[in-house]
Antibody, heavy 117, light 108 residues
Framework: QVQLQQRGAGLLKPSETLSLTCGVF????????WAWVRQSPGKGLEWIGE???????EYNPSFNNRVTISSQPSIKQVTLTLRSVTVADTAIYYC???????????WGKGTSVTVSS | EIVLTQSPGTLSLFPGERATLSCRAS???????LSWYQQRPGRAPRLLIY???TRATGVPDRFTGSGSGTDFTLTISRLEPEDFAVYYC?????????FGQGTKVEIK
C-alpha cells in the first residue's frame, strides 16, 4: 500500500521559512514525479511544484522564487522549503505522487500551516 | 497560465440523479491533459479521472470524463450518498499546472 507521510512545523511567524518533508512508503521513488499542492480558503487548490528523480524541479512562478523542492532518493523523501512566509501562505500543504501522466494519484494527509505574528 | 472555470459552483441534487459538471479552460489543454478530483470534508483530494476520460484505479464506472480542447465534463450517472462532495478539475498539459475553483455537489 502506497503511503505518503508528511512532517513539519505547523505554526510560523511572518518572514520565517516553511519546511515540510514527505516520506514515501510502499512504492518506487525514482519512477514517479513528486508534487506539492496547497489549499487555502481564498485560493482553492494551488500547484506549488514538482520534482522528478534526476531532473530539475519545476515551480509555479507565482511563488516568486521563494520555493525549493528537493528529493533524497536514498531515504525516499521529498522536501518542500518556502522562504519568507506571510499570512497569505496559511494553508493545508499536501504532497502527492504524480504518476499517471502527471495526475496526482496518491496524496499525503496534508499538513495545516498557519502563519501568524 | 491556463485558467480553469468550473460550473456550476454548487449543484443540488437528490441521490440517484445524474450530475453534470463542467470545466472550461482559457486555452487549449494540450494532449487532453485534464484530471478530475473528488474531495470530501477534511480529506485530501482523490483522483477520479486522468487524461480526460480514464478512470483511476478503484473508481466506479458511474463516473465518466469527456471533452477536448477547452471544454471538459465530468458526469456522475446516478449519485450515491458518498458522491456528495467537492469536485475539482486540473490541467497538467502546460506549466504551471492549474486547478478549477471547484463544484460542490450537495444533497437536495
Amino acid at each position: 500500500q502506497v503511503q505518503l507521510q508528511q512532517r513539519g512545523a505547523g505554526l510560523l511567524k511572518p518572514s520565517e521559512t516553511l519546511s515540510l518533508t514527505c516520506g514515501v512508503f510502499g512504492t518506487s521513488f525514482t519512477d514517479s514525479f513528486w508534487a506539492w499542492v496547497r489549499q487555502s480558503p481564498g485560493k482553492g487548490l494551488e500547484w506549488i511544484g514538482e520534482i522528478d528523480h534526476g531532473r530539475r524541479p519545476e515551480y509555479n512562478p507565482s511563488f516568486n522564487n521563494r520555493v525549493t523542492i528537493s528529493s533524497q532518493p536514498s531515504i525516499k523523501q521529498v522536501t518542500l522549503t518556502l522562504r519568507s512566509v506571510t499570512v497569505a501562505d496559511t494553508a493545508i500543504y499536501y504532497c502527492a505522487r504524480a504518476a499517471l501522466f502527471r495526475s496526482m494519484d496518491v496524496w499525503g494527509k496534508g499538513t495545516s500551516v498557519t502563519v501568524s505574528s | 497560465e491556463i485558467v480553469l472555470t468550473q460550473s456550476p459552483g454548487t449543484l443540488s441534487l437528490f441521490p440517484g440523479e445524474r450530475a453534470t459538471l463542467s470545466c472550461r479552460a482559457s486555452q487549449n489543454v494540450g494532449f487532453n491533459s485534464l484530471s478530475w478530483y473528488q474531495q470530501r470534508p477534511g480529506r485530501a483530494p482523490r483522483l477520479l479521472i486522468y487524461k480526460t476520460s480514464t478512470r483511476a484505479t478503484g473508481v466506479p464506472d458511474r463516473f465518466t470524463g469527456s471533452g477536448s480542447g477547452t471544454d471538459f465534463t465530468l458526469t456522475i450517472s446516478r449519485l450515491e450518498p458518498e458522491d456528495f462532495a467537492v469536485y475539482y478539475c486540473q490541467q497538467y498539459g502546460s506549466s504551471p499546472q492549474t486547478f478549477g475553483q471547484g463544484t460542490k455537489v450537495e444533497i437536495k
